[in-house]
Nanobody, 123 residues
């Protein structure tokens, strides 16, 4: 099992920036996928971005492309999400996720989830 702890959420005005961090501990394997999901009130969780450790490849949801950047520091087992040009529609609870092996956009594919960090963007 992998334990994930997120930080960096908060409140910001539209157009502003935030950086989320997620530290992984426990059974972290050298080949893994880490990513971010978000959940709007009353909605299902949706994938935001993910990063595959082996190739350092990254993928983004269309809604955040060009505004968000995911990065991973394998030496520190830390994942980041730099969020720029934030919009009120980005307001959600953001979750860090982990799974052994390749990435997936399916929430059920991820074995480990953080507790979540709230991002609120005001207009």
């Amino acid at each position: 099992q992998v334990h994930l702890v997120e930080s960096g959420g908060g409140s910001v005005q539209a157009g502003g920036s935030l950086t989320l961090s997620c530290v992984a501990s426990g059974n972290v394997r050298s080949t893994h996928c880490m990513g971010w999901f978000r959940q709007f009130p009353g909605k299902e969780r949706e994938g935001v971005a993910h990063s595959y450790s082996a190739s350092r490849s990254t993928n983004y949801a269309d809604s955040v492309k060009g505004r968000f950047t995911i990065s991973q520091d394998n030496a520190k087992n830390t994942l980041y999400l730099q969020m720029n040009s934030l919009k009120p529609d980005d307001t959600a609870m953001y979750y860090c996720v982990y799974r052994h092996g390749v990435c997936s956009w399916a929430p059920a594919a991820y074995t480990d989830w953080g507790q979540g960090t709230q991002v609120t963007v005001s207009s």
